[in-house]
């Protein structure tokens, strides 16, 4: 069982920033994908930005180039450093691990606005 935390959310301005935190309550050991994903209004939920287990990444085509995924191991969390964010960033973000063995778990999500 992993319980998932997202923090950093809030509104802010065209062209602004923002940083989501997801900590985890265990260890990224047999952690096979961790990663964002988000839902818009009447919208799919869609992918954002994927980390394997050996730090390899993927990210959506419209948010490349402009958010990076990161791990900080020691503390169990991973980010999302979210750059030029536009309003069609607009959604819930969520966090998501899928675990060696196929348990896949999210986080509540924490809501991103953009707009001025």
């Known amino acids: 069982q992993v319980q998932l935390v997202e923090s950093g959310g809030g509104l802010v301005q065209p062209g602004g920033s923002l940083r989501l935190s997801c900590a985890a309550s265990?260890?990224?050991?047999?952690?096979?994908?961790m990663g964002w994903y988000r839902q818009a209004p009447g919208k799919q939920r869609e992918l954002v930005a994927l980390?394997?287990?050996?730090?390899?990444?993927k990210y959506g085509d419209s948010v490349k180039g402009r958010f990076t995924i990161s791990r900080d191991n020691a503390k169990n969390t991973v980010y999302l450093q979210m750059n030029s964010l536009k309003p069609e960033d607009t959604a819930v973000y969520y966090c998501?691990?899928?675990?060696?063995?196929?348990?896949?778990?999210w986080g509540q999500g924490t809501q991103v606005t953009v707009s001025s």
């Open positions: 265990r260890s990224f050991i047999n952690i096979a994908l």
């Open positions: 998501h691990f899928y675990l060696l063995g196929g348990n896949a778990y």
């Open positions: 980390m394997t287990g050996d730090s390899s990444t």
